[in-house]
């Protein structure tokens, strides 16, 4: 079993940052990419951005040059600091990471940004 627990989520204004961290336990041999996503109220979910186990990583357009993705390999945690938050930015964001090809998700953590 693998366990993913996000932190870090929270209602900020406009123009401000949060971060957000994903822990990652349990039956845990190797991780291939980690990541993170989000679900918007009414929408469905989409990638934020990916990072592979060697750093290359991956934006969605909406975030690029805002949001920063990093991993500490050492102790299976993903971050994703976010900055110039939007109110388009508002949604649950999820953690998910690969390992052995499967796809295992977090219980996400709540995003608000009010204008």
């Known amino acids: 079993q693998v366990q993913l627990v996000e932190s870090g989520g929270g209602l900020v204004q406009a123009g401000g940052s949060l971060r957000l961290s994903c822990s990652a336990s349990?039956?845990?041999?190797?991780?291939?990419?980690m990541g993170w996503y989000r679900q918007p109220p009414g929408k469905q979910r989409e990638s934020v951005a990916t990072?592979?186990?060697?750093?290359?990583?991956n934006y969605a357009d909406s975030v690029k040059g805002r949001f920063t993705i990093s991993r500490d390999n050492a102790r299976n945690m993903v971050y994703l600091q976010m900055n110039s938050l939007k109110p388009e930015d508002t949604a649950v964001y999820y953690c998910?990471?690969?390992?052995?090809?499967?796809?295992?998700w977090g219980q996400g953590t709540q995003v608000t940004v009010s204008s």
């Open positions: 998910g990471i690969i390992i052995l090809g499967r796809l295992y």
């Open positions: 349990g039956s845990i041999f190797s991780i291939d990419t």
């Open positions: 990072i592979a186990p060697g750093g290359t990583t």
